[in-house]
T-cell receptor, first 116, second 110 residues
Framework: SAVISQKPSRDICQRGTSLTIQCQVDSQVTMMFWYRQQPGQSLTLIAT?????????ESGFVIDKFPISRPNLTFSTLTVSNMSPEDSSIYLC?????????????FGEGSRLTVL | LAKTTQPISMDSYEGQEVNITCSHN???????ITWYQQFPSQGPRFIIQGYKTKVTNEVASLFIPADRKSSTLSLPRVSLSDTAVYYCLVGRSNTGKLIFGQGTTLQVKP
């Protein structure tokens, strides 16, 4: 299993600013992903965080808006750049341990962002 | 990855068995089926995963017919604490990524 910690758990931000969310896993994992979940909605995959290389983004998400880093096997960051109220959402980090089933993702508790 | 379709909501009563069926008509040969549970203000939690036939763990059972175009999550004797959103997903081993559908909101009543 893997325990995922995200910081901050919540924040209120001003329009036009940027915020970086940190994701720390308590063990080395093979893959890490970032999702977004708007209130009352399902999760949307933003990107796969690749260790030591550029993230792989899903359709509709771009690096300039959501730069992602993954410097090692246990840590990743997601930055939400030049925020607007439409970016208000919960951002979730997830990881695939590699020792369990291929579909067994572990999720953090999420970072709830409110943009004013 | 195959798109999944499941009921938007279901109601049940404590002690009953709940079956949530998901359709995934375009599932590929090497794809697996996995189910997650999500409580409010929490990240999703893995419940069960299968490729074919039946899989059972301490929490649930997963039934997958031979054509694999659908699957059924079975929750035995639900309690109020099983009230949550349940997601059916189809995944591929070599990518690891999972695409979430709309999910089924299960409301368990006393």
């Amino acid at each position: 299993s893997a325990v995922i910690s995200q910081k901050p758990s919540r924040d209120i931000c001003q329009r036009g600013t940027s915020l970086t969310i940190q994701c720390q896993v308590d063990s080395q994992v093979t893959m890490m992903f970032w999702y977004r979940q708007q209130p009352g909605q399902s999760l949307t995959l933003i990107a796969t965080a690749n260790q030591g290389s550029e993230a792989t983004y899903e359709s509709g998400f771009v690096i300039d808006k959501f730069p992602i880093s993954r410097p090692n096997l246990t840590f990743s960051t997601l930055t939400v750049s030049n925020m607007s109220p439409e970016d208000s959402s919960i951002y979730l980090c997830s990881a695939l341990a590699g020792t369990g089933l291929p579909g067994e993702l572990f999720f953090g508790e999420g970072s709830r962002l409110t943009v004013l | 990855l195959a798109k999944t379709t499941q009921p938007i909501s279901m109601d049940s009563y404590e002690g009953q068995e709940v079956n949530i069926t998901c359709s995934h008509n375009n599932i590929a040969t090497n794809d697996y089926i996995t189910w997650y549970q999500q409580f409010p203000s929490q990240g999703p939690r893995f419940i069960i995963q299968g490729y074919k036939t039946k899989v059972t763990n301490e929490v649930a059972s997963l039934f997958i017919p031979a054509d694999r175009k659908s699957s059924t999550l079975s929750l035995p004797r639900v309690s109020l604490s099983d009230t949550a959103v349940y997601y059916c997903l189809v995944g591929r081993s070599n990518t690891g990524k999972l695409i979430f559908g709309q999910g089924t909101t299960l409301q368990v009543k006393p």
